[in-house]
């Protein structure tokens, strides 16, 4: 009694020949279906699409789309009714909350007794005129639905969905088809059957593709988040460096995608730019993995495996001693002039403290060391000697005097060369088309409008705008970053005039700057990533370069 009613490709149902017509009009129709399908990136999306056009094609009332996990449940994906105005799951945003149906029992025994589940376990169409009539399933839980919802589900087609790996991914099944001229429902016919198989298979072999790439996508990003933790690991100071400038990155790419006027009205993004952007924007100093961690880590002008400034503090503390000896013989020598020496003695300590905590100030990295400043270093070094040498040596003066941060000319060129090593790492790799841009778009975040910018020169008009905007992101981050170990986070109105001047002085192009303040991308990234303290009132009329 049951195989009778479970019709599959040996059944009997199957001896029965298609009209031609019928052929080609299928053939058609699946060709427009699977072209639809393929072209659609969105899982949700896709879900919705395949339960759409099976619906259509058969004209059922119903359809339910399920998905298989793990060979041991069967989950809703969606569902569809068009007399009951339901749709749920997928990208309906509706959650659907019914149970999900066990492919086993606790015994371990098949569960053949529901059809969806029969139907997987058996790797078989099932084609049903009347629930109602049906001896062989349990529709204990339709007829449930049917006495809630005032429904009557009649007619049944389940149809397994096998990849092109001959694995079952998931179900499709249509409830109720209509008879086209007049609404009656009726049995799903052999034409019917031989449709929703073949959409049925064609869905699986598209939703495996999709959630292939999808998954690889994942893994892919993933990778590069292993390699940027491996970046930051390196630098405490700068640890969050990578994760906050993508994010930037992608608020101010959003902002000019939205734009209806001006320069940018014309930037559009598409799902797979965005991706490319955000790879990107990830990889962008990826470069740093090769720069020495003591470069990356000087937090202090005298920084290399240690601070040297406890060398020089001890070499003053040798001064002093030395000091100390010779008011110890002048006063031997002349006890009557003890007051005199004391006197000088003290004068003598008092200015090398005075020049040791000058020095300990200067080793302190800044925007902008005085000209002053950097000459009295210089007249320590040689009015200081300690066993006939000057007190410092040139290497000590010239680090001690470095007018901008912590780093050497020297240093600053190895940490500049992380952008060579990130395009020469990037360029080196097999990108598809969908990613090809991403060498560009992470080397050039170091360019000037001007071409005044490294490594390469480039002019505003020979970069992409997704690279100049990632050079916005970058220098916005840096600024508020309060994890740096030569300053402070700047507050959000000295960051805005800062990077005002930039904009005046063709460092980051004018149009995206706009886009940045006027949509308010600055706050936004602001309220997320800066601390309170540093987020003041920002009087837009003063900010430089920016026309309210």
Known sequence: MREMKKNGPEGSAFEKKIPVLDVLKWVDELNHIGTALSAEEDISLLLHAILVAAKNIVNSDGATLYRVKNGELILFEMLVTDSLGISMGGATGTEITLPSIRLYDEEGKPNNAHVVAYSVLNDRTVNIRDAYQEAGFDFSGTREFDRMTGYRSESFLTVPMKNHEKE???VLQLINAKERNTGETVGFSFSDQRFAESLASQAAIVLTNRQLVTQLEELFESFVGVINAAIDSKSPHTGMHCQRVPVLTMMLAEAAHQT??????????????????????????????ITPSHIME??????????????????????????????????????????????????????????????????????????????????????????????????????????????????????????????????????????KHVPEYAGGHHERMDGKGYPRGLKREEMSIQARIMGIADIFEALTAKDRPYKKGKSLSETLAILGRFCLDQHVDPDLFDVFIRNGVYLDYAEEFMDPDQIDEVDLSKIPGYVP
């Open 298 to 435: 000087k937090s202090t002008k005298l920084e290399t495996i240690f601070d040297r400034i406890e060398l020089l503090a001890m070499r003053f503390e040798c001064l002093k001693r030395e000091a100390e000896i010779r008011r110890l013989e002048a006063i031997m020598r002349a006890p009557e002039n003890r007051e005199s020496i004391e006197e000088e003695h003290a004068q003598s300590i008092s200015r090398l403290e005075d020049d040791m905590a000058f020095l300990r100030h200067c080793n302190i990295g800044t925007e902008n060391m005085k000209e002053e400043d950097r000459a009295r270093v210089r007249d320590i070094a040689v009015g200081h000697r300690l066993n006939g040498e000057n007190i410092l040596t040139d290497e000590e003066i010239g680090n001690l005097t470095i007018r901008r941060g912590t780093l050497t000319e020297e240093e600053r060129e190895i940490i500049n060369d992380h952008i060579n090593v990130t395009i020469s790492m990037l360029e080196s790799l097999p990108w598809p088309d969908s990613l």
């Open 168 to 170: 079952i991914i998931g």
């Open 260 to 289: 209806n006027e001006g320069a940018l009205k014309e930037f559009r993004m598409t799902e797979r730019d965005r991706f490319e952007l955000r790879i990107a924007g990830l990889l962008h100093d990826c470069g740093k993995i």
